[in-house]
């Protein structure tokens, strides 16, 4: 069965500092990966996805991802965080190609100031 | 502008009784879903609707029931039945229910059991 594993749950950095968030998938065939972000008790807005292509993708809010096939890992990454980024971040696959989503436990980031 | 709107943001309902949560969407989509979230579980898929008259079962669609008679509407009623209720429930859609197409999501519904 698919699955998404994100393993930190909870990442703590400095304003300023560079981030690097995990998420590592199970799944036989190209995936369709996603990263969401979710501000405390509001919806889900989509960051960045890879589909087919560079693996290297770029998103919103400075935000950028890497899709590494080898090691099944599509990681998160921001080279100057603000304290604006603290929220919850979830990756996410589409397994079927029907766009249904199968999400990650989710990492939640804390900015120290 | 357009967007899903969910209502009502905070919903309390005492053991036994039915609700019916609603989500509409402006944006002319015609895939709909609805996601349960629970702390540390992420989000997981209840029931989603790709086109007016037609849904499917998600991954954990007992307890629950969803109609789509129009394309801007897809309430969810959380039935009796459903053992832990209690959790954020997030809507969603898609321009359709292929994978190129991003999901855009409300703001969700807490809903309470008390």
């Known amino acids: 069965a698919q699955s998404v594993t994100q393993p930190d749950i909870h990442i703590t950095v400095s304003e300023g500092a560079s981030l690097e968030l995990r998420c590592n998938y199970s799944?036989?065939?190209?995936?369709?990966l996603f990263w969401y972000v979710q501000s405390p008790g509001q919806g889900l807005q989509l960051l960045l996805k890879?589909?087919?292509?560079?693996?290297l993708v770029q998103g919103i809010k400075g935000f950028e991802a890497e899709f590494k096939r080898s090691q099944s890992s599509f990681n998160l990454r921001k080279p100057s965080v603000h304290w604006s980024d603290a929220a919850e971040y979830f990756c996410a696959v589409d397994s079927g190609g029907y766009n249904k989503l199968i999400f990650g436990a989710g990492t939640r980031l804390a900015v120290h100031p | 502008d357009g967007g899903i709107t969910q209502s009502p943001k905070y919903l309390f309902r005492k053991e036994g009784q039915n609700v019916t949560l609603s989500c509409e969407q402006n944006l002319n989509h015609d895939a709909m879903y609805w996601y349960r979230q629970d702390p540390g579980q992420g989000l997981r898929l209840i029931y989603y609707s790709q086109i007016v008259n037609d849904f499917q079962k998600g991954d954990i669609a007992e307890g629950y029931s969803v109609s789509r008679e129009k394309k801007e509407s897809f309430p969810l009623t959380v039935t009796s039945a459903q053992k832990n209720p209690t959790a954020f429930y997030l809507c969603?859609?898609?321009?359709?229910?292929?994978?190129?197409?991003?999901?855009?999501f409300g703001p969700g519904t807490r809903l309470t059991v008390l």
């Open positions: 799944y036989g065939a190209t995936p369709y």
């Open positions: 890879y589909f087919s292509g560079d693996t």
């Open positions: 969603a859609s898609s321009l359709s229910g292929g994978p190129h197409n991003e999901q855009f």
